[in-house]
């Protein structure tokens, strides 16, 4: 069977081989001796006879070499082939991982990962490459016919002509199907799964080695960045960075779920200067707080705070808070609160939100501690710029997005047993256990309680090597920070600008293509009216076509498009996580009053499966622009 492989780089036709006209001899002159007449033009005609025969036999060699040094050339020229054997024994479609670990083992020069399903000649020889990420395009698009009886993971071939993207079909001759990560449900960000890669375990012996111990709490203080991807409401002074990618199907983000919308009711810690008004540095306070909270008809409301100071663990305050609206559920199995204990209660949340931001209370500099400590800030409604989250500096055995329970981590590393029994959780006992926690951190260093599926980014890898890269694109403040370039762009236009810009500067370019994913629906943007779709697939057309055309001999172009139409397997995800979340506050048992056509039923379950395993298909296209080779 002849193996399937990505079409080259078109070649320019040949020129013509002409052979140049040797200039007429001059006139000669009378003379009159004709014996003398006819020697001379015998020793002309043989010297004319000699430079013709000198001619050809150098053109001759010149063409004999000049076809040796295209058969050397050709024979070094990079090439991509699928491995058919391989792709065939595959049960599933080649994950993101795979196609990370190859595009970064060509780029870097190192081995490629076994057992290898692209093969890359002469990989050496490629000096740039090129990978775009083109959430959108379809088979439907391409006029790509599925054929069932083939293995998941076998390329597909790519028809000579299309009603659209004929840009992919005169560039790829096959496109070899994809799929991205995904459990119970749910389909993890692709363009995550791309741009970090997991640690090898000899790397993270090495750097835990090398990692200097923190025994300044400062130094486990999440930053802007972290804060945002945690979901936390920074205050107004703090600048935040942009927002990380929000997963396809949950419509959350890679880590959580979306942060509380800020309005006039949540207060933020008063900015402050380096040092007081005498001058002296200020006295830091570390305070761990746990809050406890009900349901009510305005959603989840404070009942209870505790916090406990960390140098001292005397309790600074252990305080009921009266919500705001009527209670629907104390949550009792979980805050410890009801009916008889919270009638008690006078202190509102604006009175206690006054009291924390008293002189001598909560400052600047104070550094809070907590678990998931977004959830106790905003049912605060506070913004507070230095937070220590023991769910982020501790790591759940799976690795993000999941994060550890405070339960597991203080048995898992005190060795304690925490929040037993029907009776609620106690918040000072909980606050304890982070300050604990925390001491534990300084302790043995930013690596203990960390775990095996730590990762980093691509870029960071590729600039430990030496290497240029750059990251186009929206996104590029979050995704590239170890990147040598990052270039945010406002459109698809602005995106192909850059990568034709920027690509003879750089090893590696990785950009994002988002205007198809708009037109279709997939990704709404609200500052942006979206293009219908057979526009946006004209332009996009147009602009593989340019871009390629652009690019300079040995550029290997790859485009995945990460997953597909996420939008069904979305809604079904948030109709499961309201189920879930409605059902857990009553005790595990479907509230009755739930409208029945609300219910989460075993059908849901299944085809929440069955949408989310069609939404993590996706296609990956391979080609190399070749030099071109002309004839004499």
């Not at 200097?212 to 945002?228: F, R």
């Not at 507070?384 to 590393?413: E, M």
């Not at 147009?542 to 996420?566: E, K, M, N, V």
Request: hydrophobic share 35%.
């Amino acid at each position: 069977m002849k193996r399937p492989g990505p079409r080259q780089g078109g070649e320019a036709p040949p020129q013509d081989d002409s052979t140049p006209l040797q200039p007429s001899p001059p006139a000669e002159p009378v003379l009159k001796k004709m014996k003398l007449e006819e020697n001379d033009d015998a020793m002309e005609r043989t010297e004319n006879e000699d430079e013709r025969a000198l001619s050809k036999a150098e053109r001759k060699k010149a063409k004999k070499a000049k076809k040796a040094n295209d058969k050397a050339l050709i024979e070094s020229l990079p090439t991509f082939a699928f491995d058919g054997n391989e792709l065939k024994t595959r049960t599933r479609p080649i994950a993101i991982g795979d196609l990370r670990d190859l595009i970064l083992a060509t780029v870097l020069g190192t081995p490629p990962p076994k057992p290898s399903w692209l093969v890359v000649r002469n990989p050496q020889n490629i000096k740039h490459f090129v990978v775009l990420n083109i959430q959108g395009i379809t088979p439907d698009c391409l006029d790509l016919p599925i054929a069932s009886n083939l293995p998941p993971a076998y390329p597909l071939a790519l028809p000579t002509t299309s009603q659209s993207l004929t840009s992919l079909h005169k560039l790829f001759s096959h496109a070899c199907p994809s799929r991205a990560h995904g459990e119970n449900g749910q389909v993890h960000a692709a363009l995550t799964t791309f741009l970090t890669s997991p640690v090898s375990p000899a790397d993270r012996i090495k750097r835990q080695r090398e990692q200097p111990k923190i025994h300044d709490p400062h130094g486990y203080i999440l930053t802007p960045a972290e804060m945002v991807a945690n979901n936390y409401v920074l205050p107004s002074y703090i600048e935040a960075p942009e927002q990380p990618e929000t997963d396809a199907i949950m419509g959350q983000s890679i880590w959580n779920h979306q942060a509380p919308v800020r309005d006039s009711t949540w207060v933020e810690t008063p900015n402050a200067n380096l040092f007081d008004m005498e001058g002296k540095p200020p006295k830091m306070k570390i305070w761990a707080i746990d809050c406890e909270m009900v349901e009510t008809t305005a959603g989840r409301e404070l009942g209870r705070i505790s916090i406990v100071d960390y140098n001292t663990s005397i309790v600074i305050l252990d305080t009921l808070v009266k919500p705001s609206s009527f209670i629907t559920s104390y949550l009792t199995n979980f805050s410890g609160l009801s009916e008889e204990v919270l009638k008690t209660a006078t202190l509102t949340l604006p009175d206690l939100q006054k009291r924390l931001l008293a002189p001598g209370m909560l400052d600047f500099w104070t550094i809070l501690v907590g678990h998931s400590l977004e959830n106790d800030l905003a049912a605060l409604k506070l913004a507070h710029p230095k937070v220590v989250d023991t769910s982020v500096i501790f790591q759940h055995p799976r690795g993000p997005p999941s994060k550890p329970s405070l339960r597991w981590l203080a048995q898992k590393w005190l060795g304690k047993t925490i929040q037993e029994g029907n009776d609620g959780h106690d918040p000072r006992q909980d606050a304890t256990t982070c300050i604990e926690l925390l001491k534990l951190k300084l302790q043995y260093g930013p690596s203990f309680g960390r775990y095996e599926q730590s990762s980093e980014s691509i870029f960071e890898i590729i600039s430990r090597q030496n290497k240029k890269s750059a990251y186009i694109g929206d996104g590029a403040t979050f995704y590239a920070s170890k990147a040598t370039s990052r270039v945010d762009c406002e459109n698809d236009d602005a995106v192909m600008e850059a990568v034709i810009t920027n690509i003879s500067k750089h090893d590696f370019i990785f950009a994002r293509f988002q205007q198809l994913q708009q037109a279709l629906g997939w990704r709404v943007r609200p500052d942006a009216k979206p293009p219908t779709t057979e526009d946006a697939l004209v332009k996009l057309d147009s602009q593989i076509r340019r871009l390629h055309q652009s690019l300079p001999a040995y550029t290997a172009l790859c485009i995945f498009t990460g997953q597909a139409d996420p939008r069904r397997a979305s809604e079904l995800g948030k109709r499961k996580a309201a189920w879930d979340t409605r059902t857990r506050a009553n005790g595990g048992t479907a509230p009755s009053e739930i409208p029945r056509e609300e219910w989460w039923t075993t059908q849901d379950g299944r085809d929440l499966e069955d949408e989310s395993e069609q939404a993590r298909k996706g296609l990956v296209f391979f080609c190399i622009t070749l030099p071109k080779i002309t004839k004499m």
